[in-house]
């Protein structure tokens, strides 16, 4: 373990500026890496096979990490929590920061290949939203998860912390080019499934079952949803009926209830 007291030490290079939203998106994945923060999400990181390239704990969570420090493969860096919040720009909650090398992403036919369910997502900009499906794509047992070019980065920090580390156990790929690509989907042999509340889509308990043996559930992001073309792409659109008065759902939200029904739930055969 390193002693760090000076918060423009150029070896904390990694973890400078980290509330420059702007700034991350395009350093991190240029430079390959990206952070893990708090200790779960930092085991789950080295669990799924991402090699670390440092950390940045406080002495409480240095005793924490013991196990995981004393098999670091590189540097890690020690200092109080005010040096910390200095390098980083803000209070960093679980003391815990670690940077971590990206790995490459899949072919998005690899994935399809053995995949009987996944998400596609199309400009889902928003970090929360992005962790939010995967989180819900890990839990209801979605196999992976496709992104169109302009979609968040599912490995920015707020998108993993969201997310609990889920991110690391759901594979994902992106597909471009856009929306071109998503013949790749039902060249996979999966029925394409719009979600949409737009006038004539089908309630997602009566698309039949055999549709759901193999499929994929595409949502678009929050407000503008799927665009026209992506829409024209699929084999059906979907919705999930509401009540109240109710229009729409959060994209994260939306995504939970698709991902359910299509996994779970009783379609009509």
Aim: overall charge negative; charged content about 20%; aromatic content about 6%.
């Amino acid at each position: 373990m390193i002693p760090i007291d000076d918060p423009a030490d150029p070896r904390l290079h990694d973890y400078t500026g980290l509330t420059d939203v702007d700034l991350r998106r395009r350093r991190e994945p240029a430079e390959g890496l990206f952070m893990a923060e708090g200790e779960k999400v930092i085991r789950r990181a080295l669990d799924a096979g991402y090699p670390l390239r440092s950390m940045l704990l406080t002495e409480r969570w240095a005793e924490a990490l013991a196990d995981v420090i004393a098999h670091a493969e590189g540097p890690v860096y020690v200092a109080t929590p005010d040096v910390v919040e200095q390098v980083t720009g803000y209070h960093v909650h679980r003391g815990a920061l670690a940077s971590m090398q990206r790995k490459p992403l899949p072919d998005p036919a690899g994935l399809l290949a053995g995949a009987r369910r996944v998400a596609v997502l199309e400009a889902v900009n928003d970090h929360t939203n992005i962790g939010a499906i995967f989180r819900g794509a890990a839990a209801l047992g979605m196999d992976a998860v496709l992104l169109s070019p302009d979609c968040a980065d599912p490995l920015y920090r707020r998108s993993v912390k969201v997310a609990m580390g889920a991110v690391f156990s759901v594979p994902y790929a992106r597909l471009a080019p856009w929306p071109h690509a998503l013949a790749t989907v039902k060249d996979a042999g999966l029925t394409l499934l719009a979600m949409t509340p737009a006038e004539g889509s089908v309630p997602l308990h009566d698309v039949p079952a055999a549709e759901l043996e193999r499929c994929a559930v595409m949502l678009g992001a929050e407000g503008p949803g799927l665009t026209r073309k992506a829409m024209e792409a699929a084999d059906r659109r979907v919705r999930i009926p509401m009540s109240h008065g109710v229009d729409s759902l959060n994209v994260g939200a939306a995504a939970a209830v698709a991902f359910y029904a299509v996994a779970y739930g009783r379609p009509a055969g």
